[in-house]
């Protein structure tokens, strides 16, 4: 009798893993792609945003925990990657783990200081530990003040491929966005990740289970914090500099954009809100100011149209789960 109520439940799994299995392969496709067609420094910038989306929307799309400081962590993390590879002289590998693990044991401060509360509450304390940090790095000396680190050498992976060639670089940026992308996805649709999603749905639900909720939040997001310091990492190198704008409030509300224009609670809305952002930001840049104009209006229609974000629009036309 189990086995025959199970079916029903199966069936939409595995249909559910199809149908993200395809799309992933065509993202993998168009991205590989891409680079022929598209500058690949646009691209990689749009990747870079793309984990840090994803990253920012584990804790919002899957716990329910609305952060305003994920600027902290993306920041801090090109801070000390940069630091890393121009002071220290450490290879690109050794410099990434850097920037992540400071991304990470910021993730644990924050965490374990603004888990407790909720809402609003938790919203404000991540953006004041942001700000307070932000100040930090504005009056640091190894941050550079506001001309930042400039000038970061990309060095030699593993000491054989260079990533001062950009078909090379953005190989490498690819493979570890991808990565990261299938981790976060695994998180997703693990146990772990159910758990997460009671704890969105009720937490007081969950906890009369027998789950200890807040260890639950804690956990997602100092993961959430550390990818998003793996993405801050990836951008320091990629530019070749540090500066204010990664640890800027605007930038929290930049992945916010991200995330909500994309679909929240998506799998591949978070990438297709980085990309359109990020093109945005690029190819409007001419209009000046206007740009961000130009944004909100483009955030109010998408709020409008498409109220599940423009993944979650398409995911609920075709039954099929993104």
């Not at 993390?77 to 400071?102: D, N």
């Not at 998003?228 to 992945?255: E, R």
Request: aromatic share 14%; glycine share 10%.
């Amino acid at each position: 009798m189990e086995r025959v109520l199970d079916e029903p439940v199966l069936v939409r799994r595995r249909n559910a893993g199809r149908s993200v299995g395809a799309a992933f392969a065509v993202m993998v496709a168009l991205l590989a792609a891409a680079p022929f067609v598209v500058y690949p420094v646009f691209l990689m910038k749009a990747l870079c945003f793309a984990l840090f989306a994803c990253a920012f929307n584990l804790l919002i799309g899957y716990v329910g925990l609305l952060s305003f400081g994920h600027a902290l962590f993306f920041g801090w993390a090109s801070y000390l990657t940069a630091y890393a590879a121009k002071a220290w002289a450490l290879p690109p590998e050794l410099a990434i783990i850097v920037g992540t693990a400071t991304a990470a044991v910021l993730g644990i401060v924050a965490g374990g200081l603004a888990i407790r509360r909720q809402g609003i509450y938790f919203a404000m304390i991540t953006l004041a530990l942001a700000q307070m940090m932000y100040f930090f790095a504005l009056r640091a000396k190894f941050t550079g003040g506001e001309d930042g680190i400039q000038g970061v050498p990309r060095g030699r992976l593993f000491g054989f491929f260079d990533l001062a060639d950009k078909t090379t670089m953005y190989v490498f940026v690819l493979v570890v966005v991808l990565a990261g992308f299938l981790l976060i996805y695994r998180i997703i649709n693990s146990p772990f990740g159910e758990v997460l999603k009671a704890i969105r749905e009720n937490e007081q639900r969950t906890i009369s289970l027998g789950y200890k909720t807040e260890r639950y939040k804690l956990f997602a997001f100092v993961l959430s914090a550390t990818l998003s310091g793996l993405a801050g990492s990836l951008n320091a190198l990629v530019f070749q500099l540090a500066s204010l704008t990664d640890v800027h409030w605007t930038m929290s509300g930049d992945v916010m954009l991200m995330t909500l224009i994309g679909g929240l609670g998506t799998v591949f809305g978070p990438v297709v809100g980085a990309f359109l952002v990020v093109a945005m930001q690029n190819y409007l840049a001419s209009f000046g100011q206007w740009v961000l104009v130009i944004q909100g209006a483009v955030f109010v229609a998408c709020v409008l149209v498409f109220r599940r974000g423009i993944v979650g629009e398409i995911a609920a036309a075709l039954r099929v789960r993104l």
